[in-house]
């Protein structure tokens, strides 16, 4: 007589079998985990990206691998990972630029960051940094704005790309002094920045995390930092506020993964993100940076996502801002 299995026994053999399952996922991580920057090595979300990876290493006991996808103001790497399998395998580390300002920029977007990704945590912020090339004339705010003034479209400025923060704050910056300046658009902040010391752009606003070094060596003069008060980096900088009262940008960063990633995967990074950047050299490298390490729990990120999505489409349809697709 054929006997069947019993009931503990048919379970134990189907959770062997089902991707996803308990069992699984009380095994994450067993291999690599990807993490996807969607701008190039060198720039702030790069830089984010690898101090978070490096501490999640070393909590998890597996390699958290920083791949670097460029385009479309890293929505291409938004694409990719929003198709990634959901087992907390594919991350992303990015910004409001990919998150918020993007899909409100680009007519053909696909992803739908609210939608599309359940956030793991906050990572932290930078304010920016109105960077020049030393051989640059302007030496503050005023002379930057004077000579916009005198010669509208003369003065060439660099960002990562269309719809990236340091964009957006340029053009905010256009709008609140009254002049008009030219965009040159890279494919990443690095290169804008190697393009910037080799003086062929003459300034650009820049993450402070991803400059501050050329600040401090005397490749670049900093000008002005875009936070609300000084950075605690650059204690001698002014603000843009000072010249034009009431003007405030920061990059904000964010860790997320596919949506419909096991609830349990998302608890379990947001604790190993939350410890490493409590860590004190991890802080201390923050500092150094002259950015901020805040977290929050996953929520609280999501949330966030959505305010800043529709704080930033305010911005795009009133400034008129436009990106070719």
Known sequence: M?????????????????????HAQNDYPDRPIKMIVGFAAGGGTDVVARLVAQKMTEALHQSVVVENLTGASGMLAAENVAKSPRDGYTLMMGSQTTFAVAPALYRKV???????????????????VLAANPTFGAKTVADVIAMAKAAPGK????????????????????????????????????????????????????????????????????????????????PDI????????????ETWFGLVAPVGTPRDVITKLNAVVRAGLADPQTKKRFDELGMSDGTSTPEQLDAYISSEIDKWSKVIEEAKIQASD
């Open 155 to 234: 003065i060439n400025f660099g960002t990562g790309g269309v719809g990236t923060t340091p964009h957006m704050t340029a053009e905010l910056f256009e709008h609140d002094a009254d002049i008009k300046m030219t965009h040159v658009a890279y494919r990443g902040e690095a290169p804008a920045i190697n393009d910037l010391l080799g003086n062929h752009i003459p300034m650009m606003f820049a993450n402070l995390s991803a400059v501050i070094a050329d600040i401090e060596a005397g490749k670049l003069r900093a000008l002005a930092v875009t936070g609300p008060h000084r950075s605690l980096s650059l």
């Open 2 to 22: 054929k006997v069947m299995p019993t009931i503990p026994v048919v379970f134990a053999l189907l959770v062997s079998i089902v991707p996803g399952t308990a």
């Open 238 to 249: 002014p603000t843009v506020a000072d010249t034009l009262p009431g003007f405030a940008a």
């Open 110 to 128: 696909t992803v739908n960051p609210a939608r599309d990704f359940a956030g793991i945590s906050l990572a932290g912020a930078s304010p920016l």
